[in-house]
């Protein structure tokens, strides 16, 4: 399995002019570890959805798991795929941020004016993952 997945990995990086790309040990364990009923095609797909998704040069686990979850079904067009992905991500970082726009931009490589448009573009508020001010604890009387 690792020999086929890289190869078809390599292939389809220069297919999709993506450069150099890898997959994270998890994501290649898991490669090696799924069922895989002498279906050459079925793993050629896997890697194909993981290789649209990706956002870096190494391929992570969460990428590979969701395209077997995805099982041997049509893949998703490319702009759907893509769509979902930018909105998923940008949801991650509003909450890993608490909703800071100006760090979540920095955190994404992108100026804050940019950033707000990808926002927009995606219907979402940053103030929805701003945390709610904690009550202030009462000292007993």
């Known amino acids: 399995i690792p020999m086929l997945a890289n190869h078809f990995l390599t292939r389809l ?36 959805q993981a290789v649209a998704l990706a956002a870096t040069e190494v391929i992570p686990e969460s990428l590979v798991r969701q395209a077997l979850d995805a099982g041997d ?37 992108r100026n804050r004016t940019e950033f707000y448009r990808l926002l927009e573009r995606h219907s979402l508020e940053p103030g929805m993952f701003k945390a709610a001010p904690k009550e202030k604890e009462r000292a007993p009387a």
Not at 98 to 104: L, S
């Open 13 to 48: 990086a220069e297919r999709y002019r993506r450069g150099s790309l890898s997959f994270s040990p998890e994501a290649m364990q898991l490669l090696v570890s799924a069922p895989w009923p002498g279906n050459v095609r079925q793993l050629l797909n896997v890697i194909e």
């Open 73 to 109: 079904t049509a893949l998703t067009p490319l702009d759907e795929a893509r769509k979902a992905f930018e909105r998923d991500y940008l949801v991650r970082i509003l909450k890993i941020t608490g909703g800071n726009v100006t760090k979540a931009a920095r955190l994404a490589g």
